[in-house]
């Protein structure tokens, strides 16, 4: 039976992109591969922000939950795009990829460089995220139709790599790049260029299935001549019917919610990875996206092997169980390892690993089970189905970010004060270290009355080491024998010791009144008058002084340095020191308590496996597929034409 509609030819080829007949494998591996490509360079587009993401709120000015609220109104209307691109059903997929891939480009790579104020940006990464929210749902739609449920797991798995490698491909940019072109914007014209380039090949080469064929069930390329015989039969519109309805099961719609639940952990490190290790570890921005790819690249190898294996095996399910069960193992070190400052590198390259290998085993498996669940109920509604899992997700996504400034308070201080704090600290480090060695109370006291003795001798106290006593008898007699002092400074220690055991040595005491003149600029009788009174002080008393005195001098000058800091500087750390102090303390517990939740949302997902559609045994699945190609190869016999009798 022929196909109606004939192939769009010529120009018509840019906007019509319909194949009339199946396509072999050669050309369809180009296709999977652009689409594959497509959503590398859209997640790639949507994720740059996060690597630069302390330079874009120290740039706009953004306050750390202002900045998570960006993410939040990119998540919530790109959720809502994703229930608009379920119209992929009617009008198809290729040609919103292809139009996502250069909108996206170019509001990436030069609308939001070019953004002037905190409310521009936010519209353009908003414009962004739609767009998003509506192409990656069509993108996978388009993997689905061009991949039969025997290879699907490969495919998906394929799939998935976008975000994977869109993820890998920032990082690497990122992590190469930032020491030598430091600036955020020039991180967003790297990804638009990129996506131009991608477009290119979308637009010429980018195709999809006609309605006819896309809207059957395809369980292996052996059915492909069914397919192209019934496809003049099926009406499109007639396919549709209550596909909405058809898509609002439990099967659907809880696994949806819990594959979102189970990503969660996934999301806040896309995001948040480098503000994370930025504010517990110390990393570096270029730091932390090094490390980021000890997630990224296992994932994504971990997301193709086992694709492949599942789809040798015929199941999905126990995939599914295995590889949650070993991400759950690695994030739980990964939150275990949070208030552990002293967890080296190397522990956190080998806990990431671990949830990145385990969340690919699962997510993939997932995924090839829940094209397959909503093929189930209506292959003519794939994108119906795949609009309620993007719209899941970034729900999901929209609240987990919403929540994030209530349950990481300590964030916002570390990134919206901390910086300024560690500059005031960086400039001033004795000055700093003093106003945390005295105690508040002795500091505002001071501030209020700088000639406040009782506060003086408490922090020279607190300074010094010494007890208050022994301050204030150092300053006592400091001031009684404040000329005798003056003196004594000016004369060899050496000379004064020999006068201290011998008073009538003429040439020590000769030697002291003329190191006395020349030090003081008087003369020589002035010079022998004030030795002598120098001689007059008690010896406890000089004793005393010799032994403590230094150290109460030098705290004297440590105290008077704290007026270097500029009144703006001192005003500042008066403000905010103590906060960025506890906060940097708090923080750690903080985003390990976060990391528990996200575990949590890993474990919820596991009944998700249950009601998806598939096998749990490998034997019974082939036996499924067997039974499945002796009724295509019956329905082929019954289609052919009667052999024509010419006896």
């Known amino acids: 039976m022929a196909i109606a509609s004939p192939a769009p030819q010529g120009l018509s080829r840019f906007w019509d992109r319909r194949l009339v007949h199946y396509p072999s494998n050669g050309p369809r591996s180009v296709y999977l591969g652009i689409t594959v490509l497509a959503t590398i360079t859209l997640y790639y587009e949507l994720y740059v922000q996060g690597a630069v993401a302390t330079q874009i709120i120290r740039d706009f000015g953004f306050t750390f939950t202002q900045f998570v609220y960006v993410a939040v109104v990119g998540a919530l209307v ?28 170019l509001l990436v790579g030069f609308a ?90 979308a637009l010429v080469w980018l195709r999809e299935l006609s309605p006819g064929l896309r809207d059957q069930l395809m369980v292996s390329m052996r059915d492909r001549a069914l397919i192209e015989a019934r496809a003049a039969g099926i009406d499109p519109e007639a396919a549709l019917a209550g596909s909405w309805r058809q898509m609002l099961r439990l099967d659907i ?39 980021a790819n000890w997630f ?13 294996l599942s789809d040798r095996l015929r199941v999905r399910k126990p995939f599914m169980l295995v590889g949650a069960a070993i991400s759950m193992v690695g994030l739980g070190l990964f939150a275990a390892a949070a208030t552990e400052p002293s967890t080296s590198t190397a522990d956190l390259r080998l806990y990431l690993v671990l949830a990145a290998v385990g969340q690919g085993i699962a997510y993939v498996a997932w995924m090839a089970a829940f094209t397959e669940t909503v093929e189930k109920h209506n292959p003519a509604a794939t994108a119906t189905g795949l609009a309620v899992w993007g719209y899941s997700i970034r729900i999901v996504v929209t609240v987990a970010f919403a929540v994030l400034p209530f349950a990481l308070p300590a964030v916002s201080t570390l990134i919206n004060d901390g910086p300024r704090v560690q500059q005031i600290v960086a400039a001033y480090p004795d000055q700093v270290k003093v106003l945390q060695t005295v105690d508040g109370a002795t500091l505002a006291a001071l501030k209020a009355n700088p000639q406040d003795q009782a506060a003086q001798v408490a922090a020279l106290s607190q300074l010094s080491g010494m ?76 004793g005393f002084l010799q032994a403590n005195g230094a150290a109460v001098q030098k705290a004297g000058a440590r105290l008077q340095s704290v007026s270097q800091i500029p009144p703006a500087d001192l005003a500042f750390l008066s403000a905010h020191a103590a906060d960025v102090q506890k906060a940097a303390k708090d923080n750690p517990r903080q985003w390990q308590r976060w990391w528990w939740i996200c575990l949590v949302g890993q474990v919820l997902f596991l009944p998700c496996v249950l009601v998806l559609t598939g096998r749990w045994n ?5 036996e499924d597929e067997l039974k499945h190609e002796a009724l295509v190869q019956a329905e082929l016999d019954r289609l052919k034409p009667p052999e024509l009798d010419l006896v």
């Open 253 to 291: 719609i809880g696994s949806s919610l819990a594959v979102s639940l189970y990503m969660m952990f996934y999301y806040v490190l896309v995001g948040f990875i480098v503000v994370y290790f930025a504010t517990v570890y110390g990393y570096s921005e270029a730091e932390s996206n090094s490390l």
């Open 618 to 622: 490998p034997r019974k699945a082939r």
């Open 112 to 201: 939001m460089p070019a953004a002037g104020s905190k409310t521009e940006y936010v519209v353009i990464y908003a414009l962004v995220s739609i767009i998003e929210g509506m192409a990656l749902v069509a993108t996978p739609a388009l993997i689905r139709d061009f991949s039969p449920q025997i290879g699907r797991g490969a495919a998906m798995g394929f799939w998935t790599l976008g975000p994977i490698l869109g993820s890998l491909l920032l990082t690497q940019v990122s992590s190469r790049t930032l020491d030598s072109h430091p600036h955020w914007q020039w991180q967003f014209h790297v990804a638009g260029y990129f996506g131009l380039v991608v477009w290119v090949l």
């Open 78 to 105: 790109g959720a809502f795009a994703s229930l608009g691109a379920g119209l992929a059903d009617r009008f198809g997929r290729a040609n919103l990829v292809v139009g996502g891939l250069v909108i996206t480009a």
């Open 467 to 542: 007890p208050a006593e022994d301050v204030t008898k150092v300053l006592t007699l400091g001031a009684k024998y404040s000329t005798e002092l003056e003196t004594a400074a000016t004369v060899d220690p050496a000379v004064l010791g020999v006068l201290a055991t011998d008073p009538t040595n003429a040439e020590a005491a000769a030697k002291a009144v003329g190191e006395i003149a020349e030090g003081l600029g008087i003369g020589p009788s002035e010079a022998a008058a004030r030795l002598q009174a120098l001689g007059a002080v008690p010896p406890a008393d000089l």
């Open 296 to 308: 990224w690249a296992p994932n994504a190898m971990a997301l193709v092997a086992a694709g492949l």
